[in-house]
């Protein structure tokens, strides 16, 4: 099974702030790896899909890089509605399997 | 608008079977762009595919569960479901259902997600 693996696992950033998280394969998965964002209490909503194409609606701010095993989600400038967990997901074989996510926190 | 809604107890037994079903509306599941598919995530802690359905009725599992796992699909009911059997305290978790889209051969992400449903297993 591939894992995947991200850093950091917890950040502590302020409005206005480019954040970037990242996400590592345990190996190859070409381009097959979506972002979501996760708010308390609520389901998960698709940011990226194919490491780098934003879902429809989803603000400009978000977007993603990458291929093979390392990939970037970048946020580049931090709004209030912003602060949450994000959580990359690979669809290059099953089983589909979830980064352990990244907690993005106020300053 | 395409919506997802996860039904089912609130509260299951020790050993017994956990049963949800997913209502799809606003669409049809026929469509063969699309898959369907269950998450869960325990209190507290990440997410976790459990398995996905076409709506031919092939499934595929996540290896960790597949003893447990039965999923179903019912498109006359525009429905989908999920039984986890044998369940014990760490099947305590969130479950959601999901759309899995893709484009021709690739699957690419879960795209419409229901609101999710807590689900307890206790005595």
């Known amino acids: 099974d591939i894992q995947l693996t991200q850093s950091p696992s917890f950040l502590s950033a302020s409005v206005g702030d480019r954040v970037t998280i990242t996400c590592r394969a345990s190996?190859?998965?070409?381009?097959?790896l979506a972002w979501y964002q996760q708010k308390p209490g609520r389901a998960p909503k698709l940011l990226i899909y194919a490491a780098s194409s934003l879902q429809s609606g989803v603000p400009s701010r978000f977007s993603g890089s990458g291929s093979g095993t390392e990939f970037t989600l970048t946020i580049s400038s931090l709004q209030p509605e912003d602060f949450a967990t994000y959580y990359c997901?690979?669809?290059?074989?099953?089983?589909?399997?979830f980064g352990p996510g990244t907690k993005v926190d106020i300053k | 608008q395409l919506q997802l809604q996860e039904s089912g107890p609130g509260l299951v037994k020790p050993s017994e079977t956990l049963s949800l079903t997913c209502t799809v509306s606003?669409?049809?599941?026929?469509?063969?762009?699309?898959?369907w598919g269950w998450i869960r995530q325990p209190p507290g802690k990440g997410l976790e595919w459990i398995g996905t359905v076409y709506y031919s009725g092939i499934t595929y599992y996540n290896p960790s569960l597949k003893s447990r796992v039965t999923i179903s699909v019912d498109t006359s009911k525009n429905q989908f479901s999920l039984k986890l059997s044998s369940v014990t305290a760490t099947d305590t978790a969130v479950y959601y259902c999901a759309r899995l889209w893709g484009r021709g051969a690739s699957i690419l992400a879960f795209d419409v997600w229901g609101q999710g449903t807590m689900v307890t297993v206790s005595s």
């Open positions: 190996q190859g998965i070409s381009n097959y």
């Open positions: 997901q690979h669809f290059n074989s099953y089983p589909f399997t």
């Open positions: 606003g669409g049809s599941m026929n469509s063969g762009t699309y898959y």
